[in-house]
């Protein structure tokens, strides 16, 4: 094995057992006496897991793969658990807004990706942006930033894991660009606009009607005219592919997803959170897999 899969391999290890030992309500980092770092969901809490190595201790908001963190409300633990962490990581972008209510007026140290997106790489309207490979690396490199400075004796260790994060979201973008470049402009369609980046980097054409994607945005139902538009699209295989949310299921997209079945169409399924027994980067890479042999 050569040395940089040897080391793959165990950011690897370290990226799985860290998401195995996620919990709702983790142990506070002050009975250990190392940093405690809070995260709205399980997704952004296994990359500040990968960050965070054996030096601080990372828990979850939300861990089950069926919530809606658009719909959350913080219990009083939770509430308690944010307040007393030493750094707080969240989407924003109104996706889990109930973190940021509940450290509203509160001097805390926080990660919010995408208010770093849009400082640094470019202001874009959809809050999903755990799909895009280019802000969760500046999510990483912020956690390791704050560690550092709260824990400056670990700095060296939180710099190294997160940069040996970074080098494994590679795999998710050699994937994506093989399909850019082999089926170039793929049209698709989604329930939701959730792996709007996905579908970015992957060169694709997302022909889901404006008016629908707007009312699922705003959680209102679609009109009838949005919902036949797009159920045309699937029925008359005008696209290729259908990406399903299966978090967010109702019976419109129900529908789309039984119709694009009967129309021989391959349905991708997308989740909001991390499966359980998998970590970031495999399950972004499965994700862009998935899509690229649907697609092919």
Not at 111 to 139: F, G, K, P, Q
Request: aromatic share 4%; proline share 5%.
């Amino acid at each position: 094995m050569s040395p940089k899969s040897a080391r793959s391999a165990l950011v690897l290890a370290m990226g799985v057992a860290a998401a195995a030992a996620l919990t709702a309500c983790g142990g506070s980092g002050a009975d250990s006496g190392k940093p405690s770092v809070v995260a709205s969901t399980n997704v952004w809490a296994d990359i500040a897991s990968t960050v965070a190595g054996p030096d601080a201790e990372v828990s979850s908001i939300i861990t089950d793969p069926a919530a809606d963190p658009h719909s959350h409300e913080t219990s009083a633990a939770e509430s308690a658990q944010l307040s007393d962490a030493d750094l707080v990581v969240y989407n924003g972008g109104h996706y889990d807004e109930f973190v940021a209510k509940a450290i509203e007026g509160r001097d805390k140290r926080t990660v919010e990706a995408v208010a770093a997106r849009d400082n640094e790489i470019r202001n874009d309207s959809n809050e999903h942006v755990w799909y895009d490979m280019a802000t969760v690396a500046l999510v990483a490199d912020r956690i390791s930033d704050e560690l550092a400075q709260i824990d400056p004796a670990h700095a060296q260790g939180y710099a190294d894991r997160a940069a040996q994060f970074t080098d494994r979201l590679g795999q998710v973008g050699a994937s994506t660009d093989r399909i850019a470049a082999d089926h170039p402009g793929t049209p698709v369609l989604q329930t939701e606009p959730l792996a709007y980046y996905l579908l970015q980097d992957a060169g694709t054409v997302d022909r889901t009607p404006r008016d629908y994607q707007e009312a699922i945005e705003q959680e209102t139902d679609p009109s009838p005219a949005a919902v036949a538009a797009t159920r045309d699209l699937v029925a008359g295989k005008q696209v290729a592919v259908l990406i399903y949310n299966v978090q967010t299921e109702d019976k419109v997209g129900q529908d789309l997803r039984a119709t694009a079945r009967a129309a021989g169409i391959p349905v991708v399924e997308v989740t909001e959170t991390l499966p359980a027994g998998m970590d970031f980067v495999t399950w972004q890479t499965q994700n862009a897999r998935a899509l690229a042999d649907a697609i092919g």
